[in-house]
């Protein structure tokens, strides 16, 4: 494979490449990306939709499905030249036509909930038994927060591919303060994001619409109020369409989630 220096911007769930490069040569391969998503084969054939079904009913397959099946990302790179750092899953978080990308797409949750449930047995097991872990021969996560941690211990100078942080006019056409995710130097002095160029449209336009749900959320656990919580569920541009299903969908997650919200007087 090749040695590759990569940049990426936008909000968790939802970064998009702006530099992707042979570190050897220093080629940008962002054209080479974009060309391998026009193919004919990502335009998911209704046989391939058929199989790609089929395959999604067990974990194995739900798994190959996940990472592999990308009717969306491709969409985003035909028609506008974003190539995406994640899967559908991730970045159909933000966009109410995610469900629209091809004929057939996959519910997340069929792969999500069973590798949770797995991940929980085994951290129960593991915090439990008495049988000695190679746990050193496993390595760090992959998560960035292993070189983070590293770096601010060791001072040692480091890049890391993403952070969240408040934006500081790290990514321009973003509002001040929204939480963005860019790369960043990390050393003994902190954590040091990188300067981005502009997420440009239509891209800006979905992370604003993003941001002022955020700061709803925000505003709504801080003033305890459950109207400006249902605000934020009815206005997500990829929740539930009808507004009377959005109500019903949105009491019954009040209801459920009562003693983890702050909204009872109890929490206030």
Not at 97 to 120: G, S, Y
Not at 158 to 187: F, K, S, W
Request: charged share 20%; hydrophobic share 45%; with cysteine.
């Amino acid at each position: 494979g090749r040695d590759i220096e990569a940049k990426a911007s936008g909000i968790n769930h939802f970064t998009f490449f702006t530099e992707f490069r042979d570190r050897r040569t220093g080629e940008d391969l962002l054209p080479r990306l974009r060309a391998h998503l026009a193919r004919s084969f990502y335009e998911y054939s209704p046989r391939t939709q058929r199989i790609a079904r089929f395959v999604d009913r067990s974990l194995p397959g739900a798994t190959l499905v996940e990472f592999n099946y990308l009717p969306l990302v491709a969409q985003l790179a035909r028609e506008h030249g974003l190539v995406a750092c994640s899967v559908d899953s991730h970045i159909g978080e933000y966009l109410p036509f995610a469900l629209d990308a091809a004929e057939w797409m996959p519910t997340p949750l069929d792969f999500h909930e069973p590798i949770m449930q797995i991940a929980e047995r085994a951290a129960t097991w593991a915090a439990t038994t008495t049988v000695p872990l190679p746990l050193s021969a496993m390595g760090h996560s992959p998560e960035e927060v292993a070189p983070i941690l590293a770096a601010l211990w060791t001072g040692t100078p480091t890049q890391v591919m993403a952070v969240n942080v408040p934006n500081r006019g790290y990514l321009p056409d973003v509002a001040d303060g929204a939480i963005v995710e860019v790369g960043a130097t990390v050393d003994g002095d902190g954590i040091h994001p990188d300067e981005m160029p502009p997420l440009g449209e239509p891209l800006a336009g979905w992370v604003a619409t993003q941001v002022a749900l955020q700061d709803l959320v925000v505003r709504a656990a801080l003033e305890h109020d459950p109207d400006l919580a249902w605000q934020a569920f009815r206005d997500d541009p990829a929740g539930v369409p009808d507004p009377d299903d959005a109500r019903r969908a949105f009491d019954e997650l009040m209801a459920l989630q009562a003693d983890k919200l702050p909204f009872s007087p109890s929490r206030s």
